[in-house]
Nanobody
Framework: QVQLVESGGGLVQAGDSLRLSCAASGRTFNGYGMGWFRQALGKEREFVAAISWSGRSTNYADSVKGRFTISRDNAKNTVYLQMSSLKPEDTGLYYC???????????????WGQGTQVTVSS
């Protein structure tokens, strides 16, 4: 079992940067693949980025490639999402998630956080 708590969301302007953090509790954080997903109002939740348990493999949605960077610090049980060149369409509730397969996957997540809101104004 792992509990996930996101932080770092807020209201920014287009072109700004923001870093999200996800703190995980539990002894097996090192073995989990971690991902970020987002959900805009009235839309389905979508994959944003993922990182493997070792950090050696990452995966990004086409819409954020080159602008977002996912990373993790296993010593701190934390995964990050550095977002730059933000656009209004990046607005949404951002969720952190963990998969027990340890993969940088865009599906198959077992644990989810409550989310942190990111709002990008034009």
């Amino acid at each position: 079992q792992v509990q996930l708590v996101e932080s770092g969301g807020g209201l920014v302007q287009a072109g700004d940067s923001l870093r999200l953090s996800c703190a995980a509790s539990g002894r097996t954080f090192n073995g989990y693949g971690m991902g970020w997903f987002r959900q805009a109002l009235g839309k389905e939740r979508e994959f944003v980025a993922a990182i493997s348990w070792s950090g050696r493999s990452t995966n990004y949605a086409d819409s954020v490639k080159g602008r977002f960077t996912i990373s993790r610090d296993n010593a701190k049980n934390t995964v990050y999402l550095q977002m730059s060149s933000l656009k209004p369409e990046d607005t949404g509730l951002y969720y952190c998630a963990a998969n027990t397969r340890g993969l940088a996957a865009d599906w198959g997540y077992n644990y989810w956080g409550q989310g942190t809101q990111v709002t990008v104004s034009s």
